[in-house]
């Protein structure tokens, strides 16, 4: 009886103790949680457009790495024809989000085509695949697409969300174009939109405004959110080469290698000098989205429409049919803090994550 009542009085000291343990250990995940809640829950949400070229691989790293840090939180990422053709648009994002660790992003497939055809082929700024057709040990998982299209997918989250999550468009606004004619809402939905895009100003056409016309045309004339847009012009400004990007040292891990590769595999297709211009446009632009007062230096606001006849169509012009200027057209940029916060992005990408090599063969 004795052994049996020490037994039990130890049982009920032990399974004080594990309770107490236990209370001290949920209060502890509960201040972690609510500290985590309460200090760095991302206010800011966003749902990112791409079509799959090098600089959009570049925009993505600076914006999952904010994502990783808890600064924003990525939606989703939707895929449109642009650089290359649709497949390789989504296999390009699912190869990073597998570089970096994060396939638990949703990925969606959305337009393989414009809204009108056209007459002569488009440029391949970043060969036919969109990266530099690299050649690799394995293909992508294709499993990780999701088989909701696009444009559902964004209405869901943002009619469950009205006025909290930003898009931002990477490529032509073809995707954008058709949300807007499926559905009534899906512009009022949105808290912004940043878009890289659009010459203003000049007569010289911008490639994702060329690529789709009518669909930059309707998202600039009927969008009620405010847009933010960085054109053209105001990226060539940029006096970056392709020796800025290549001295970058310091930084070896599997996102970066990838991307290194694709550039430096570009830079001896196309027969480039060392001292040409090397554009970054899309990273540019997810700098702005994530960092809008240190990095925008000047701008002005606008209605703008889109010319859709020869000549220059695509050119992105005023539209004096409207009174409100909802449209921000950046002018000048922070170059110095943005190449900084691009480094550090490639740098910190892969920090407490299992990023994976994605097996270049050449
Ligand atoms: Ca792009």
Not at 92 to 105: E, G, K, S, W
Not at 109 to 127: A, D, N, T, V
Not at 173 to 182: D, K, P, V
Not at 314 to 339: A, C, H, N, P, Y
Request: aromatic share 10%; with cysteine.
């Amino acid at each position: 009886m004795e052994t049996v009542k020490r037994k039990v009085d130890f049982g009920v000291f032990s399974n004080t103790t594990k309770m107490l343990k236990t209370l001290c250990f949920l209060a502890v995940i509960l201040h972690v949680t609510t500290s985590r809640l309460i200090f760095t829950k991302p206010d800011k949400r966003v749902i990112i457009d791409v079509d799959g070229g090098i600089d959009d691989y570049q925009a993505l790293t600076i914006l999952i790495n904010a994502d990783n840090q808890l600064m924003i939180k990525i939606e989703a990422i939707i895929c449109t024809d642009g650089n290359t053709e649709l497949k390789n648009v989504e296999n390009n994002v699912l190869r990073l989000l597998q570089a970096a660790d994060r396939t638990d992003i949703p990925v969606y497939s959305g337009s393989y085509e414009q809204i009108l055809p056209h007459k002569e082929e488009m440029p391949k700024w970043y060969g036919e695949d969109g990266f530099a057709d690299l050649k690799y040990k394995r293909e992508p998982n294709r499993y990780l697409l999701k088989k909701e299209l696009a444009q559902v997918a964004v209405y869901n989250i943002i009619s469950r969300n009205p006025g909290k999550v930003s898009l931002i468009v990477l490529g032509p606004q073809t995707n954008s174009a058709l949300g807007f004619r499926i559905y009534q809402k899906y512009g009022e939905y949105l808290k912004d939109m940043h878009i890289m895009g659009g010459n203003f100003g000049e007569d010289e056409v911008e490639f994702n405004f060329l690529f789709d016309p009518e669909a930059a045309d309707i998202v600039l004339t009927t969008t009620k959110c405010p847009i933010t847009m960085f054109t053209w012009q105001a990226c060539a400004k940029a006096n970056f080469t392709f020796g800025t990007l290549f001295n970058i040292t310091g930084i070896s891990n599997p996102v970066w290698n990838l991307m290194e590769k694709a550039e430096r595999k570009l830079f001896k297709d196309n027969k480039e000098s060392i001292d040409s211009q090397w554009f970054a446009c899309d990273p540019v632009t997810a700098a702005v989205y994530l960092y809008p007062e240190e990095t925008i230096l000047s701008s002005s606001q606008h209605s703008l429409q889109v010319k859709l006849s020869e000549p220059n169509r695509g050119l992105t012009v005023d539209d004096d049919s409207r009174t409100e200027k909802q449209i921000k057209v950046i002018e000048k940029v922070d170059w110095k803090f943005f190449m900084t916060g691009f480094i550090e992005s490639f740098k910190k990408i892969c920090t407490n994550r299992i990023c994976v090599d994605q097996g270049v063969i050449s």
